[in-house]
């Protein structure tokens, strides 16, 4: 069984964007997204959610077309109950501040639906190491095993 991964909306948003000429480390990240898009996702069982098609659909008409069709190849989970109320004690229990809602709801989702990866380049909110201890305790202590969070680049090599 392949390892399945939740793509957050920076994986697919970074697959379909123009190479960021003026930040160096945006730049990188699109091609390593693009690199493994290409050499390894196939090693992956892939998924998102709605909160991901919704974030996908925002912006320039002909992006949002793009981001979409890439969505075609990934399975979409259910934002169901359960990954609500995990959000919800994901911000009460201060991981995440309140204008990150939507970031604990990818977090929830990946959660609930028990993925092993949780893909994102959202070092701000997602991604961090100062946050995602208190983000694994409070998965932990709601019962569930949260998948472990990185970025492509994390996933580029080796073999399960």
């Known amino acids: 069984m ?21 930040d160096l480390y945006v730049a990188a990240n699109q091609e390593f997204t693009r690199d493994w898009w290409a050499q390894r996702r196939h090693d992956f069982e892939l998924f998102a959610s709605a909160v991901v098609v919704s974030e996908a659909r925002d912006g320039e008409p002909e992006r949002a077309a793009e981001r979409l069709a890439f969505l075609r190849e990934v399975n979409l989970l259910e934002v169901n109950d359960e990954a609500e109320q995990l959000k919800a004690e994901l911000l009460r229990g201060a991981a ?65």
């Not at 399945?4 to 970074?14: A, C, F, K, W």
């Not at 983000?135 to 970025?151: K, L, S």
């Open 2 to 22: 392949r390892p399945r991964v939740y793509l957050e909306t920076t994986i697919i948003s970074y697959l379909v964007g123009w190479v960021n000429r003026h």
């Open 96 to 160: 995440l501040p309140a204008k990150a809602e939507l970031d604990a709801l990818h977090i929830a989702v990946a959660t609930v639906h028990g993925l092993d990866y949780l893909l994102s380049w959202n070092c701000r909110h997602i991604a961090n190491a100062f946050t995602l201890p208190r983000v694994y305790d409070i998965c932990w202590r709601a019962g569930y095993e949260p998948p472990f969070v990185c970025t492509p680049l994390e996933l580029m090599e080796g073999k399960q």
